[in-house]
T-cell receptor, first 109, second 118 residues
Framework: GNSVTQMEGPVTLSEEAFLTINCTYTATGYPSLFWYVQYPGEGLQLLLKATKADDKGSNKGFEATYRKETTSFHLEKGSVQVSDSAVYFCALDTGKLIFGQGTTLQVKP | DTGVSQDPRHKITKRGQNVTFRCDPISEHNRLYWYRQTLGQGPEFLTYFQNEAQLEKSRLLSDRFSAERPKGSFSTLEIQRTEQGDSAMYLC????????????????FGPGTRLTVL
């Protein structure tokens, strides 16, 4: 079946550190892949997406590349800020969204 | 505000009671989705509508759960005879999309209804 696996958190970084959150998926066909973010007290927001293999999604300094050969969609940011503290969800679209369990990121000043 | 809205934002009920949640999607969106999110987990799909038609239901949606979208606009999710295991955040999302065509259309999420069953 279709599934998404994310690295477990929480991830704690200092401001300006490099961020990687790993995401791997299992799916039939070639689904679109997403990263959603949930800031404290707010609803889920789409952060970035990629709809086919080798696509790179990017937004707000975050990037993720759709790697079909490794079935991965790792999230990266070169320099995190305190305001990036949130829960990040990797998801795939099969007509409905299938989410990973979420990774909490805490950035300390 | 033209985003997805949900009502109520919080609901506390006693085991065995019935509860109903409402979702108002973005007005031009014809697809509406319900998800459930428990603490420390990602959202899990429950069901979705294309206009007023309920096209898919997850096996998570037991007989105690029923969802409707009578006029293809707002939707309600009812839980009968609530159990403590129903305690969760219930999320609604909407998107545009064509019936029977699986393609990506961004889903916009509401703030959720947090249900606590005592």
């Amino acid at each position: 079946g279709n599934s998404v696996t994310q690295m477990e958190g929480p991830v704690t970084l200092s401001e300006e550190a490099f961020l990687t959150i790993n995401c791997t998926y299992t799916a039939t066909g070639y689904p679109s892949l997403f990263w959603y973010v949930q800031y404290p007290g707010e609803g889920l927001q789409l952060l970035l997406k990629a709809t086919k293999a080798d696509d790179k999604g990017s937004n707000k300094g975050f990037e993720a590349t759709y790697r079909k050969e490794t079935t991965s969609f790792h999230l990266e940011k070169g320099s995190v800020q305190v305001s990036d503290s949130a829960v990040y969800f990797c998801a795939l679209d099969t007509g409905k969204l299938i989410f990973g369990q979420g990774t909490t990121l805490q950035v300390k000043p | 505000d033209t985003g997805v809205s949900q009502d109520p934002r919080h609901k506390i009920t006693k085991r065995g009671q019935n509860v109903t949640f409402r979702c108002d999607p973005i007005s031009e969106h014809n697809r509406l989705y319900w998800y459930r999110q428990t603490l420390g987990q990602g959202p899990e799909f429950l069901t979705y509508f294309q206009n007023e038609a309920q096209l898919e239901k997850s096996r998570l949606l037991s007989d105690r759960f029923s969802a409707e979208r009578p006029k293809g606009s707002f939707s309600t999710l009812e839980i009968q005879r609530t159990e403590q295991g129903d305690s969760a955040m219930y999320l609604c999302a909407s998107s545009s999309g064509l019936a029977g065509y699986s393609s990506y259309n961004e889903q916009f999420f509401g703030p959720g209804t947090r249900l606590t069953v005592l």
